[in-house]
Nanobody
């Protein structure tokens, strides 16, 4: 059974940091590019960071230079280090594969709130 479990969200002040984790099971994790997505109420889910099986990364312009994605294939886990957080980073964050045709069922996500 495929399961993606995100954790690490919370409430931080602007300029703060959080580290999100996503534990995957039931998928061939090491052979899939993985990504972090975010979605605000009423908006489409957007891909903000991705990492290939070889560790190459890509970022949305809105998070470039502030977020860092990484993965640990031995633990079937992908991480998102978020620094210099801004109000507009407030969203629910999800992880999943990157190729649309290969998406797994979405997990519950983890809420990130940036508030003063």
């Amino acid at each position: 059974q495929v399961q993606l479990v995100e954790s690490g969200g919370g409430t931080v002040q602007p300029g703060g940091s959080l580290r999100l984790s996503c534990a995957a099971s039931g998928i061939f994790f090491s052979i899939n590019s993985m990504g972090w997505y975010r979605q605000a109420p009423g908006k489409q889910r957007e891909l903000v960071a991705s990492i290939t099986t070889r560790g190459s990364t890509n970022y949305a312009d809105s998070v470039k230079g502030r977020f860092t994605i990484s993965r640990d294939n031995a633990k079937n886990t992908v991480y998102l280090q978020m620094n210099s957080l801004k109000f507009e980073d407030t969203d629910v964050y999800y992880c999943n594969k990157v190729i649309p045709a290969r998406l797994s069922p979405w997990g519950q996500g983890t809420q990130v709130t940036v508030s003063s």
